[in-house]
C-alpha cells in the first residue's frame, strides 16, 4: 500500500518562493510516475507538473518557468519548487502516484497567495 503525505504549503505575497514536499512511503518509489496536481475552489482538479520515473518532466504552461518539480530516490520524496507566485495559482496542492492501473493521492496542501 502507497501512501503520500504533503507538506510545505501555506500563505505567501506575490512573487513569494514556496516548496511543496511529498513523502512516498511503501515499496518500489522508483518506478512510480509522480506528479502535482491543484484545485481551486469551484475549478476542476489538474496536473501542475509531471516526472516519470526515468526523469521527464512535464508542466502545465501556467506554470513553465516558475515551477521545477524534482525527485529524490534516496529519501522517497518528490518536490515542487514554486517561485514568482501568483494569486491565481492559489489551490489546494495534491501529490499524485501513478503505476499503470495505480492511482495514489496524497491529503493536500494549501497554498495561498495574497498581498
Known amino acids: 500500500q502507497v501512501q503520500l503525505v504533503e507538506s510545505g504549503g501555506g500563505s505567501v505575497q506575490p512573487g513569494g518562493s514556496l516548496r511543496l514536499s511529498c513523502a512516498f512511503s511503501g515499496r518500489l518509489f522508483s518506478i512510480y510516475n509522480m506528479g502535482w496536481y491543484c484545485q481551486a475552489p469551484g475549478k476542476q482538479r489538474e496536473l501542475v507538473a509531471g516526472?516519470?520515473?526515468?526523469?521527464?518532466?512535464n508542466y502545465a504552461d501556467t506554470v513553465k518557468g516558475r515551477f521545477t518539480i524534482s525527485r529524490d530516490k534516496a529519501k522517497n520524496t518528490v518536490y515542487l519548487q514554486m517561485n514568482s507566485l501568483k494569486p491565481e495559482d492559489t489551490a489546494v496542492y495534491y501529490c499524485n502516484a501513478g503505476l499503470g492501473g495505480l492511482r495514489y493521492w496524497g491529503q493536500g496542501t494549501q497554498v495561498t497567495v495574497s498581498s
Open positions: 516526472i516519470t520515473s526515468g526523469g521527464r518532466t
